[in-house]
């Protein structure tokens, strides 16, 4: 049995869905979702739904019995997320699950990163707690400058102060792939695996590529760390939230996202999706 939390989500449902196309019986999937409503059409396609939370033991103490093989997809609770994938975990070494794949952050242990800390501390947890593991380090979303894209179509301008920093960005598609490659692998090897796409990119490079792609000149304007607060706070993001990205961005500057491996293309057995390809599709529509 192969059981995928954050099932709903965005790439839990990719994974559950890949797992299907890739022959598994939906009989031996098991969709675990806070609300079963949303995964409707996997139970249609013959999936296992089981509600379960991340902040209740309980509750996936129940949601993963029988399971053999198990995806964690990181949850979404900024700062509380190390208790609820501990309570995970040790529901799964209960449930005698034989392998957990989880979704981590890009060099999660040596990393400027904000979002990092809580994904290194998951990492040492999983060795605390004694389950054979799989580590994904995934790398950006190319859908992360979904917006990025469409503005700089329409302003000609990409701004950002990651200045000539590397992103080595991939699908969400790509990234379901590789962990359905994991979860279906006759024998996965215990580890950890950083993941991204093929060609890293600056924003200079994705303004670009943008240019390429609308016939118009797109350039990337890099600002300082308080022009880009004060350009998102304009844009009517709160604080809080404008100093995280800027954080981000500064952390791309230093390299974080600059990972150098190809690792996900070949698990997945072909390259990851192109950079020019994405932006297409996105303008489409």
């Known amino acids: 049995m192969i059981t995928v939390t954050g099932a709903s989500g965005q790439l839990g449902r990719l994974v559950v869905t890949g797992l299907l196309d890739a022959g ?12 079963p409503e949303k995964a409707a059409d996997l139970a249609a396609r013959g999936v296992q739904v089981r509600q379960a ?26 700062g509380q997320r190390v208790t609820q994938h501990g309570n995970v975990l040790r529901a799964a070494r209960a449930a005698g699950v034989e392998l957990v794949v989880y979704t981590s ?35 950006w979303y190319l859908e992360n400058y979904d917006q990025q894209i469409r503005t700089a179509a329409e302003t000609g301008e990409v701004a950002g102060s990651s200045g000539a920093g590397r992103i080595a960005a991939a699908t969400r598609a790509d990234f379901a792939a590789g962990a359905v490659a994991v979860l279906t692998a006759a024998a996965p090897r215990p580890g950890v695996l950083e993941l991204g796409g093929d060609q890293a990119f600056t924003l200079a490079d994705l303004a670009g590529v943008v240019a390429a792609q609308t016939g118009r000149d797109v350039t990337y304007r890099d600002l300082t760390a308080e022009e880009h607060v004060q350009s998102l706070l304009g844009q009517g993001l ?48």
């Open 24 to 35: 598994v019986p939906a009989g031996e999937v098991v969709a675990v979702v806070r609300t």
């Open 53 to 78: 939370e991340y902040g209740d033991p309980a509750s996936l103490q129940t949601a993963l019995q029988g399971t053999d093989r198990l995806l964690l997809v990181s949850g979404s609770e900024v």
């Open 105 to 139: 952050a890009p060099k999660a242990d040596d990393t400027s990163l904000p979002l990092a800390p809580e994904h290194a501390a998951t990492e040492r947890l999983i060795a605390e707690v004694g389950v054979p593991a799989v580590v994904l380090r995934n790398n």
């Open 238 to 285: 709160p604080q809080e939230t404008a100093e995280f990205i800027v954080g981000l961005d500064r952390s791309i500057a230093q390299g974080a996202l600059d990972t150098g491996s190809t690792a996900l293309s070949e698990l997945i057995g072909r390259p990851t999706t192109p950079l020019a390809e994405h932006v297409r599709t996105v303008l489409a529509g």
